[in-house]
């Protein structure tokens, strides 16, 4: 298995040692499923808002023109969602004093590497990755709760997986 074309990619919460929770996009066809025992696990279904409203990273991805066929869009938004997550609320809790750090260019192509476009090419995509940061910050997801959550189902032992007596 070697999950080539990224287009399944899903997002893993898992507790950092803050008290908050880390965010990775891995290809969830080759991701075992006992690997995400104490993990939250985001779909791209996720990113749409209670009220109907686009998230940013799929507002930039429409205001871009990046999809063409569609196949690979789900796994680029993940990617996308993860790295926004990570960069996107910076200036929570500063009152405007805070300096954005947002992505250079090169991280923006590490978390988009392992996702494969072949219909609109690559342009329209890293677009859309720079301009999702300038749409309305949406309010970080409600960490603390999954992060207490996530806390709470954190094994101290040893997990044991077994199937048919192996």
């Known amino acids: 298995m070697e999950g080539d074309c990224g287009t399944c990619t899903v997002v893993i919460g898992k507790p950092d040692n803050q008290g908050g929770v880390a ?3 891995v290809n969830a066809c080759v991701q075992f499923l006992p690997t995400l025992d104490g993990h939250a696990l985001f779909t791209v279904e996720n990113l749409r808002q ?3 409203t686009l998230h940013p990273v799929q507002q ?3 205001d871009c023109h ?3 066929y569609g196949f690979c869009t789900p796994g680029f938004a993940m990617s996308m969602f993860a790295l926004y997550e990570k960069h996107g609320h910076a200036t929570t809790g500063c009152a405007g004093a ?3 750090t ?3 260019r090169e991280e923006i192509s590490n978390a988009l590497t392992g996702n494969l476009c072949r219909c609109t090419g690559y342009q329209p995509i890293i677009d859309a990755t720079e301009q999702m940061f300038d749409h309305a910050p949406l309010a970080p997801l409600n960490l603390p709760a999954p992060a207490r ?3 709470g189902i954190q094994r ?3 997990f044991h997986y077994e199937a048919n007596g192996r």
Request: aromatic share 8%.
């Open 149 to 151: 959550t996530l806390d």
């Open 156 to 158: 101290k032992d040893t």
């Open 23 to 25: 965010f990775k996009a």
């Open 102 to 104: 947002w992505p250079t």
């Open 66 to 68: 990046d999809s063409q």
């Open 50 to 52: 209670p009220d109907g």
């Open 60 to 62: 930039a991805l429409v």
């Open 98 to 100: 805070c300096e954005k």
